[in-house]
């Protein structure tokens, strides 16, 4: 696809290659290199222990039994005083998913935004967020389409995240464990067709060269239509990786990653007196030709792990990315009183973002009498560097929006880009240097303690290219987490947990700041959680987790001001919810993954003339549930079922009702969807696989970005998917 050239390269040149910063990395990472090449005598001692390995995280089928990223070390589940859920490659490969939105289907307390169909917005505990992805503990928070056919696993933290993750992770977050080579030789593929076009082909291959090297390459094509008319997307993806074992007590892992995603931004349709209008779901509100996006990736990834021969556990890692994306739509807004005709408005906007991240980690046990401890001790640097620059669309040169009939709405009024009085054109440079500690205390067979602290310095400096203004902040972060477990039996752990994290006034994507925010404080998120992690059977796990998340320092309306005009820092949101989950293989023939949230999130401010106290948050349905099960009938063939159930929810914020705003809140109706599949093993080397999406037709609205941008959910669809490996 041709895409619009991007205003971006017109903004001011990128800063990225700071001398301070980026030094200060490369001296790191050489210090941390040679630190394990002057270790005495490693290569003698290589038959001492077993092999280090990144992905050795041990799930089988369904079942998950560590998250290495959660603590940093190696810990079991059961173990991290936290609510985490992992989707597991079979757990992906038998849903046939395809995107991050599709592997968190069956996740309780997790959803996900329309993000004006130009990215992903996940919604955690009712904290909605566009910036905290992570790909093997690094973040990765450009807004765009994440695919997964280099990951090996997903995991979703609930639960402000900072002492490990740093900024933002308030609500939640999302890691990608990527695939890395391996000594085990195979070739596997996947081709996938099914509705509305949907074409895809994925390869992984990997080969050892000798006993200490090995490569690996992940690849992605996909050419896929949709549903929703006019709509479709083209991605392509490669990402080869090589490893190094030069002894059991090394690995260095290099990686690189070039991925393209090009589709029609979809906003979906408008609303009408409080509920979604009348259409047919394949309506496009707007115009689709004129509503391109396109995302561009280029990533290194470095990583070096040693253990010395006192157990010391070194791990470094290192990622650069380049990121450039542009996206244009044409879109829905209010319908007139009438219910005859809706407005359409356009824009556009270029986004250029360059970010090096490298992390330190030392961990290294210890006893002090007869209690255990495992300790990290690590430190992260990073700097990223962002040009943005946006336009306002003019409809035949000379109007911001056009009028057109509710029965036909759409566009093809030639549209003029150009910039308006307040579109953006900026550039930012950010930077953190962290600090950070852990102790895992080990007081009894029953009594575990983690507790943890992190500093971090987190710099921003945002300059304004259009009028001149240069912003600069420096926040300084300390974020605490404390866990406690008790273990009445070794399948059980019954634990609470405190944890704190901060999201900067520059906000997700670092863009936010202005003369009336600089000085404002972070806004700060405490979380309150207890719960239990029942290892059921050996591959079973069952979760339940009871939680309150207080989000403070939000800007809100004063309450002895009666203009409603200024504002002040406030307690502005609480949720609180309770979780359960299910995951694992019941027998060898049955596997499950899901389970049940129930979530409350209200403001407890007036945030705005119309978001008044005790409003309910947007987008938070306040029961769900989700049951994906697999069950193999005999080793040829198996059958696969999932049930998702979601009550109403409000498309944005709930809002007062005026005289002159007599319909301010839209309500989207609870649905119940039900996927099924079928499993056919037509050899040792061959499997092929049918996958049903909304089996039963049913006629429901996904999500929302506003009451006027609605998806509607899909009508039912087929994948048929082959999956081969030698």
């Not at 090449?37 to 990144?54: K, N």
């Not at 962290?434 to 205390?441: F, R």
């Not at 989207?668 to 056919?680: E, K, M, N, Q």
Request: proline residues 5%.
């Amino acid at each position: 696809m041709n895409m619009p050239s991007s205003p971006r390269r017109h903004v001011v040149a990128p800063r990225f290659a700071q001398p301070s910063i980026v030094k200060a990395i490369q001296l790191l990472a050489a210090g941390a290199t040679v630190a394990i090449c002057t270790t005495p005598a490693w290569s003698q001692s290589g038959g001492s222990l077993p092999p280090v390995t990144v992905t050795s995280e041990g799930d089988q089928g369904y079942s998950a039994k560590r998250a290495t990223t959660a603590t940093k070390t190696d810990t079991l589940l059961r173990d991290t005083p936290q609510s985490i859920s992992v989707i597991t490659a079979d757990e992906m490969r038998d849903r046939a998913v395809q995107s991050i939105a599709e592997a968190a289907r069956y996740v309780p307390g997790v959803g996900f935004a329309q993000g004006e169909g130009n990215r992903e917005t996940p919604i955690f505990r009712g904290i909605s967020t566009t910036g905290d992805f992570f790909i093997d503990g690094i973040r990765d928070d450009v807004q765009y389409y994440r695919d997964l056919y280099n990951i090996e696993r997903v995991e979703i933290f609930k639960g402000p995240n900072a002492m490990v993750f740093g900024r933002g992770a308030t609500g939640g977050l999302i890691n990608r464990v990527s695939k890395q080579a391996e000594w085990t030789p195979f070739y596997a593929g996947s081709v996938t067709l099914g509705s509305n076009s949907n074409r895809r082909l994925t390869v992984d291959l990997n080969q050892p060269i000798n006993d200490q090297l090995s490569f690996r390459l992940n690849g992605l094509y996909e050419n896929s239509k949709s549903y929703r008319d006019g709509v479709w997307l083209e991605r392509s993806g490669i990402n080869p990786t090589i490893s190094w074992r030069p002894s059991a007590k090394t690995l260095v892992t290099l990686g690189y990653e070039h991925f393209k995603d090009s589709r029609i931004a979809d906003r979906g349709i408008t609303s009408y007196r409080g509920v979604p209008v009348v259409t047919d779901p394949s309506t496009f509100f707007g115009n689709a030709a004129g509503s391109p996006t396109g995302s561009t990736l280029d990533a290194f990834n470095a990583l070096v792990e040693h253990e010395f021969d006192n157990g010391v556990l070194l791990r470094n890692r290192t990622r650069w990315s380049n990121q450039d994306k542009f996206y244009q739509n044409v879109f829905p807004g209010a319908v007139n009183n009438a219910g005859t005709s809706v407005a359409l408005s356009a824009y556009n906007n270029a986004t250029s973002r360059k970010s090096i991240f490298n992390q330190t980690d030392l961990t290294f046990s210890l006893n002090t009498g007869a209690v255990k401890h495992k300790l990290l001790v690590g430190a992260e640097l990073g700097q990223q560097d962002t040009d943005n620059f946006r336009n306002t669309g003019f409809f035949n040169n000379t109007a911001t929006s056009v009028t057109v009939p509710l029965a036909f709405p759409t566009t093809y009024a030639p549209v003029v880009y150009r910039q308006a009085a307040t579109d953006a054109n900026n550039s930012g440079k950010a930077t953190v240097a962290a600090l950070y500690v852990q102790d895992q205390i080990e007081l009894s067979p029953q009594f575990q303690v983690i507790a943890g602290l992190r500093y971090d310095q987190f710099k921003v400096d945002f300059r304004n290219n259009r009028s001149g203004d240069r912003f600069k902040t420096t926040d300084d972060l300390v974020s605490p987490r404390l866990g406690v477990i008790y273990k009445p039996v070794e399948q059980l752990s019954l634990y609470a947990n405190y944890s704190i994290a901060y999201q900067p006034r520059a906000g997700d994507q670092l863009s936010s700041l202005s003369l009336s925010t600089q000085a404002l404080k972070p806004e700060k998120f405490k979380n309150y959680e207890i719960g239990a992690k029942w290892d059921v059977l050996p591959n079973l796990a069952a979760t339940a987790a009871l939680y309150r998340l207080d989000r403070s320092n939000v800007v809100v309306l004063d309450p002895t001001d009666p203009t409603n005009t200024r504002t002040i820092l406030s307690d502005g949101q609480r949720t609180q919810g309770f979780e359960l989950g299910l995951s694992g293989n019941i027998t060898p023939a049955w596997s499950v993954a899901g389970g049940y949230s129930y979530t409350d999130s209200k403001f407890k401010a007036d945030t705005s003339a119309t978001i008044r106290a005790g409003a309910t948050v947007g987008q938070v349905p306040k029961h769900t549930f989700a049951l994906w099960n697999r069950y193999d009938f005999t080793p040829m063939w198996g059958a696969g079922l999932g049930v998702i159930h979601q009550t109403r929810m409000f498309a944005s914020s709930e809002q007062i009702v005026t005289a002159a705003a007599p319909f301010p809140n839209v309500v989207l109706p609870g649905y119940t969807r039900v996927d099924a599949a079928l499993f056919f093993t037509l050899s040792k080397k061959l499997q092929m696989q049918v996958n049903v999406e909304n089996l039963f037709n049913r006629r429901y609205f996904l999500n929302a970005n506003s009451n006027t941008n609605i998806t509607p959910g899909s009508p039912r669809a087929f994948r048929v998917s082959l999956n081969a490996k030698f």
